[in-house]
DNA sequence: CGTCCACAGGAATGACGGGCGG
DNA sequence: CCGCCCGTCATTCCTGTGGACG
């Protein structure tokens, strides 16, 4: 065991692929961010009246996943703050990820925290938080940036009140502005909104196209270039990771996964370069985490649906998955859920793609939903083994 | 061309637990 | 400690519907 540690720690130690990781984590926020020049300087344009002590527009930013909306606005209104400082105004920026807070609620309760105040997580009303936020917020003056980043999420899940209010929320200020940016993948997103917040909130608009095949390659080189040492990398390698990623809708986070783990994968196995087949083994193991880890955490019910639609191989009825379900649950001595819970369940899986769905008319045999499970029964069984009745289940 | 199956999926409602102010 | 408000999961009841069959 020592040796095989001593091995594994000196070919650690000894592994030259990385000249700086932290570069190629997602969250890493670069200082030039290639074939986005546009986009920061109209972003720059739009946000720099706040510098004069007047209140920007607000911004609504649209683009597919991955194709740098975050990381321009974070760059934009960093710059902005520097500056700020420099000529003497205060400008504070609150970053609020919707995804994560999906709530009026907490929404709010992030908005307090960034200008300093705490609040308890849970137990007091929605209006009474809004009720501290303005009130703190204009005991001084100042200047706030909201960045509410995929705010789809939350419009979906609770509607556009809270948006409606932020929107509103300058005529009850008499000393501080606020200024909202928006952040969405969904480009049809403004179709969900009241017309008044969509005025309000859409006064200017940004549009982030998708990187092409080569940007996303250009993109890559340059951050591998100061990531990776030297001559520890093909160029064909980077074309593949470019390639596959243009593939995933242009997604530069994907494509920078792609090669990180490329050359972790390679790091590990004791190359001293990434070569393409570390790429393939790389795209592998992203989709294998990403289902493994979905899967391992879901509630004891969506892991028997799962399991049901497994035993049911190819593709099968929501009245044929329900009633092994049912089965299945009740050898487990456990109650079913109903079948309109299950259909629930069935349309998130859809969503995650761990299952396909869809719907199929056969006439006046009525309407169904075909589902069919889109994983692979390795994958399956990795994220089953922690329950011993589950995980014994699966087929061969 | 109307019927009618086998569901889809919306709305309302309830049970429950967490976490606060008082 | 209680009462309040929250989010989440689940149930019940319901209306809607694509298209093969007759």
């Known amino acids: 065991m020592t040796d095989q540690l001593d091995n594994l720690f000196s070919r650690v130690l000894s592994a030259k692929i990385f000249a700086n990781r932290e570069m190629m984590r997602p969250d890493y926020i670069p200082n030039d961010l290639p074939h986005r020049e546009d986009q920061i300087l109209r972003l720059a344009e739009i946000l720099a009246p706040s510098l004069k002590g007047s209140r920007p527009s607000n911004v609504f930013i649209y683009g597919v996943p991955g194709t740098g909306k975050t990381a321009v606005t974070k760059y934009v209104l960093k710059k902005i703050e520097d500056e700020g400082r420099k000529v003497g105004i205060s400008l504070e920026v609150a970053y609020i990820n919707c995804k994560h807070d999906d709530t009026n609620y907490r929404v709010l309760a992030d908005l307090c925290e960034s200008v300093g105040e705490r609040i308890p ?6 209006s009474e938080v809004f009720r501290r936020f303005v009130n703190l917020v204009d005991s001084s003056e100042r200047m706030i940036f909201a960045i509410l980043d995929e ?13 409606y209010d932020l929107t509103r929320i300058n005529q009850r200020l008499s000393r501080t502005r606020i200024s909202i940016v928006g952040i969405t993948n969904d480009l049809k997103f403004m179709e969900y909104l009241d017309p008044r917040v969509r005025s309000s909130l859409g006064e200017e608009e940004l549009v982030f196209p998708p990187y092409d095949a080569s940007e996303l390659e250009d993109i890559l080189s340059r951050r591998a270039s100061f990531a990776f040492n030297r001559n520890t990398f093909e160029a064909s390698v980077i074309k593949l990771c470019a390639a596959l990623a243009a593939k995933e809708h242009g997604d530069a986070r994907r494509a920078l996964d792609l090669l990180r783990i490329s050359g972790e994968i390679a790091e590990r196995n004791g190359n001293n370069k990434v070569m393409e087949e570390h790429v393939r083994m790389a795209q592998k193991e992203i989709e294998k985490d ?16 799962i399991l049901s639609l497994h035993l049911l191989g190819k593709g099968g009825s929501t009245g044929e998955l329900y009633d092994l379900y049912c089965t299945l649950v009740k050898n487990m001595c456990l109650e079913p859920l109903t079948q309109r819970r299950v259909s629930d369940l069935i349309n998130e899986l859809d969503m995650l793609g761990i299952a396909n769905a869809k719907v199929v008319s056969k006439g006046r045999y009525g309407r169904t939903k075909v589902v069919s499970l889109s994983i692979s029964t390795k994958n399956l069984k990795e994220a089953l083994q922690e329950d011993q009745r589950l995980g014994a289940l699966i087929k061969k």
């Open 290 to 305: 990403r289902v493994v880890e979905v899967i391992r955490t879901m509630p004891l019910h969506s892991k028997i649906l």
């Open 151 to 163: 705010v789809d999420a939350l419009v979906k899940k609770t509607g556009d009140k809270a948006l």
């Open 121 to 126: 997580f849970t137990g007091l009303s929605t």
